[in-house]
């Protein structure tokens, strides 16, 4: 038996797996389960109970967590993140591992402050607007345990995983925002910060299912079934 998770992106996937299934002569069968997150929606804390725990008043805040893939726009992401929530007045929150120093380039920025936690998604209902990469675990915690507006800043690293695709189909959905070479980083990123100061809420995303239940329930099975 050979187990995958799906993707919500599936239909972007333009890699040289696509569609590939095992063949009828092999001695596996494939089965596709629903995609995998670490945090079920039972692990999510509501928002009073996320906002206490990160110390974290009233108004509208934004996290941002882009992960360890350092790319060259990352820099100019920041600058413009930093610009459009001063002028929507929200807070920025950027995401660190509880193991690294913050980042250089937030020394002296203003209305941005640190979050030393993991795992993050449990705390999502803290914040306003989201964002982030859009690696399988971001990308499909973020669209199902979360309503409010998400900006992905897909990395370049498409050998390993290619997020570009996954965030533009996200972005053709209404799931999401997307920074692309479509249009200026600076339009992209006022537009989702208007969002999050309105407080607005996306409903159009997929519901979460339990793709580890079904993994698990599948083995199962297959133990049974072997005796």
């Known amino acids: ?30 089965a596709l389960s629903a995609p995998v997150t670490l945090t079920r929606p039972d692990d999510m804390l509501s928002r009073r109970q996320a906002r ?20 060259g726009e990352r820099h100019l992401l ?20 509880p193991l690294t120093t913050p980042e250089p380039n937030l020394i002296g920025m203003t209305r941005t402050q640190t979050v030393h936690v993991y795992p993050l998604a449990p705390f999502l209902a803290a914040f306003d607007g989201i964002v982030t990469a859009a690696g399988y675990n971001s990308f499909h915690e973020v669209l199902q345990l979360s309503d409010r507006p998400v900006l992905f800043a897909p990395g370049r690293g498409a ?9 533009g189909f ?4 209404s799931w999401a925002y997307c920074l692309d070479d479509e249009r200026p980083i600076h339009e992209t990123v ?4 208007a969002d999050v100061r309105a407080g607005a ?7 979460w299912r339990d793709g ?7 083995l199962c099975a297959l133990i049974d079934c072997e005796g």
Do not use: W
């Open 190 to 193: 006022a537009t989702f910060m």
């Open 78 to 97: 920041m600058h413009n993140l930093q610009e459009a929530a001063a002028k929507a007045r929200v807070r920025l929150y950027v995401a660190s591992s």
């Open 52 to 71: 206490r725990a990160l110390g974290i008043g009233r108004g509208p805040h934004c996290l941002i967590s882009l992960g360890g893939d350092e790319t």
């Open 170 to 173: 996200a972005a053709e959905q």
């Open 159 to 167: 050998r390993r995983d290619d997020q570009a695709a996954r965030a």
């Open 201 to 207: 809420s996306v409903t159009s995303r997929p519901a």
């Open 1 to 30: 038996l050979v187990m995958e998770p799906s993707d919500l992106a599936a239909a972007a996937d333009r890699g040289v797996t696509r569609g590939r299934h095992a063949q009828t002569d092999c001695f596996a069968r494939m």
């Open 212 to 218: 580890a239940g079904e993994i698990a329930n599948a």
